[in-house]
T-cell receptor, first 116, second 109 residues
């Protein structure tokens, strides 16, 4: 089965500072990868998804960007954080194992970001 | 842009079956019904999914109506650890999941 690593687990950053959150996946190759954000008391919002290296689709216009430099690495970045960027950031994977694509998404442990 | 409606909250007595409803009246023929749950401060956990037929796994059962406009997730013997927010999602491919606010299930001792 696949394992999803996210770091850091928690982060406190000042407004205007840069951001880099990393997600790495084990146990699958050529997965679809996703970044979600959950603001306090809200549902999950899909931010980006990627079907392959260098391929990024953005779901909502925002202050954030994503990159996929390697097959199992997905990075969420910002040049200047806003207060509204605070939230719980989740990386998810839709795995492909032994050539079979799975419909389910599996989520990492998340990064809790507080922008002050 | 969730295409499902769920009750905001529900209670269930420990040991009893928890029946969580979901309406998806505009579901398309190629869209699956997925259920996930999120325990506080954790990432969502996949539970089950189905297209037309009822499905059962070690966690839950999924009952989909014949017209596919609604479904029910059944936790047969709820435990305190099942207290969570439960999300019902319809999607054709497993991509671009849109989570709504879900149902907050509280299992009461």
């Amino acid at each position: 089965s696949q394992t999803i690593h996210q770091w850091p687990a928690t982060l406190v950053q000042p407004v205007g500072s840069p951001l880099s959150l990393e997600c790495t996946v084990e146990g699958t190759s050529n997965p679809n990868l996703y970044w979600y954000r959950q603001a306090a008391g809200r549902g999950l919002q899909l931010l980006f998804y990627s079907v392959g290296i260098g391929q990024i689709s953005s779901e909502v216009p925002q202050n954030l960007s994503a990159s996929r430099p390697q097959d199992r690495q997905f990075i969420l970045s910002s040049k200047k954080l806003l207060l509204s960027d605070s939230g719980f950031y989740l990386c998810a994977v839709r795995p492909e194992i032994w050539g079979q694509s799975y419909n389910e998404q599996f989520f990492g442990p998340g990064t809790r970001l507080t922008v002050l | 842009d969730a295409k499902t409606t769920q009750p905001t909250s529900m209670d269930c007595a420990e040991g009893r079956a928890a029946n969580l409803p979901c309406n998806h009246s505009t579901i398309s023929g190629n869209e699956y019904v997925y259920w996930y749950r999120q325990i506080h401060s954790q990432g969502p956990q996949y539970i089950i999914h189905g297209l037309k037929n009822n499905e059962t796994n070690e966690m839950a059962s999924l009952i989909i109506t014949e017209d596919r406009k609604s479904s029910t997730l059944i936790l047969p013997h709820a435990t305190l650890r099942d207290t969570a927010v439960y999300y019902c999602i319809v999607n054709p491919s497993g991509n671009q999941f849109y989570f709504g606010t879900g149902t907050s299930l509280t299992v009461i001792p």
